[in-house]
């Protein structure tokens, strides 16, 4: 089964489980692709950030000068920058994977250089967005975790969906996540929590150990809706 017939089965499972086979299939079909979609995109940031990273720390050596970093689509690929500290930040480091995204097929241009237009927008409600959430006692953070920023753009709007992530080797994290969603002037419209809980599954890298997971739950209540979310797709891909 490839990845897309197994994201179609676990979206008609949550489906089931959640009592909605009552819709119609053209109408199941209209409300859950563009939930799949944007699982897709936030899972292709996550990769091209997790993997531009990597490569990023391995090649630079004065990461005192760092402030940030972010990934978006540019084109057919899938870009990591890294800026640098300070008011008026430059880009440091970019990154760029296909959508294999190996790390043989990917390029690393370490020369300074101005965001473009679109990395000068992304930038710009990014930083709006982590103010909100350093300041506003919606947004929850434990332990051996980070929230994670991923900026999703669209004709219409700007969205930044932010995922809790682990800090250490051998956890899945589902929930505790969250949506902030600017205008094309980067007014904030809306913020929500995506789930009112956080579920920590716990899992062996040790190929060799018995003792793996093999299944689990992940529930949503009222508030999330009955369809599964982006962020849940996107970290069954990763973690898949």
């Known amino acids: 089964m490839n990845r897309l ?27 859950t692709k563009p939930i799949v979609n944007e699982g897709k995109i936030l899972y292709r940031s996550e990769m091209a950030s997790w993997y531009g990273t ?18 978006y689509s540019y084109q057919d690929k899938e870009r990591c920058i890294f800026f640098s500290k300070g008011d008026n930040p430059v880009v440091l480091g ?22 473009s237009t679109e990395e000068s927008d992304i930038y710009t409600f990014r930083q709006k967005a982590l103010k909100i959430i350093n300041t506003d006692t919606l947004f929850k953070k434990y332990e051996n975790t980070d929230l994670n920023l991923i900026p999703v753009t669209t004709p ?21 996540d969250y949506l902030l969603t600017f205008d094309l002037s980067n007014t904030l419209i809306s913020k929500r929590a995506l789930h009112k809980n956080i579920i920590v599954a716990n899992y062996s890298t040790n190929s060799n150990d018995t003792n793996k997971i093999v299944g689990g739950m992940h529930s949503h209540l009222p508030e999330t809706g009955d369809f599964i979310t982006p962020t849940d797709i996107c970290t069954l891909m990763l973690y898949e």
Do not use: H, W
């Open 5 to 31: 017939m197994k994201i179609r089965f676990l979206v008609f499972i949550v489906l089931v489980c959640s009592g909605c086979i009552s819709y119609g299939q053209e109408d199941l079909e209209a409300r």
């Open 54 to 71: 990597d490569m990023f720390i391995a090649q630079f050596k004065d990461m005192d000068k760092v402030g940030g970093y972010f990934s």
């Open 94 to 115: 970019t990154i760029s994977f296909d959508s294999t995204f190996n790390n043989k097929n990917a390029t690393l241009d370490l020369a300074q250089r101005t965001f």
């Open 156 to 176: 219409e709007e700007r969205k930044i969906y932010i995922l809790t992530g682990p800090k250490k080797d051998g956890m899945v994290i589902f929930g505790n």
